[in-house]
């Protein structure tokens, strides 16, 4: 199953195509982090030049920048010429990137450059000369941020998540792999005993920051402490239990939720000291 698009975009073409410009309306659109090849080499690169073994070497680099980001969760957006398949080879090394082909020119200043470039066989987006770089950006950040869909088929899942851990994870994941998509929905069950420590806003954070990688592909909501889930004839719903591995299944939450709530409450003493 692919996941949600690549968090590392690489948008490229001929200089004068406006890919600066793109990339500078695309990012706060997602937060993301720009890397501009021209100041990579101003700053970081500046032991190389523009031969073909040093356009390669300057693509890994770049590529090494984004997957750097990409790690933390986050979007990194190179804003690259990158003319040649061995140098895209090079920025892909470490990851998969969702490719932005700006094909608004046919030729640019640099006759060098010009000689050099190959178009590519493979992209995600290209980029044509009509359109804003503002409508492009929008494209470009459906595409790689999705919103989830109410009106698709969608599996459910309740649960205390007191915390959420690898194991709600692999479920939550299987489901979605099979439905397309999942509705999370969390009881409201926050100290109710002492297995519910946990606000639901703290389980939130925990269930977003475990699924990261599934971005628009499910929803959390917040419902009543469930214990009974009842249904009448021909209601068209499917009822599975979702069995995975042992391993899966013996993650404890309760000395997950013990070590959770050991931290908690040693947090806000380290602070005031």
Known sequence: MRVTAPRKILIMGLPGAGKTTLANALAPRLNAVVFN?????????????????????????????????????????????????????????????????????????????????????????????????QYWAEQICRLVRPVFNSQKPTALFVGRYQPFHDGHKALIVEGIRRVGQACIAVRDTTGVDASNPFDFEYVRSRIEHGLRAYEGLYVIVRVPNITSVMYGRDVRYTIERLDLDQSVHQISATNIRAAEVRTLAIGPAATAE
């Open 37 to 133: 090849a021209d100041e990579v080499r101003s700053n970081v690169n500046k032991d190389l030049g523009f031969d073909e073994a040093d356009r390669i070497e300057h693509a890994t680099r770049m590529g090494w920048l984004c997957d750097q980001v990409v790690r933390t969760g986050g979007f990194a957006i190179a804003d690259f010429i990158c003319p040649i398949p061995a140098a895209r080879a090079a920025f892909l090394k470490g990851g998969p990137a969702f490719v932005v082909w700006l094909d608004r020119i046919q030729i640019s200043r640099f006759s060098d450059t010009n000689r050099l470039f190959v178009m590519p066989e493979q992209f995600d987006v290209r980029v044509d000369a009509e359109g804003s770089p």
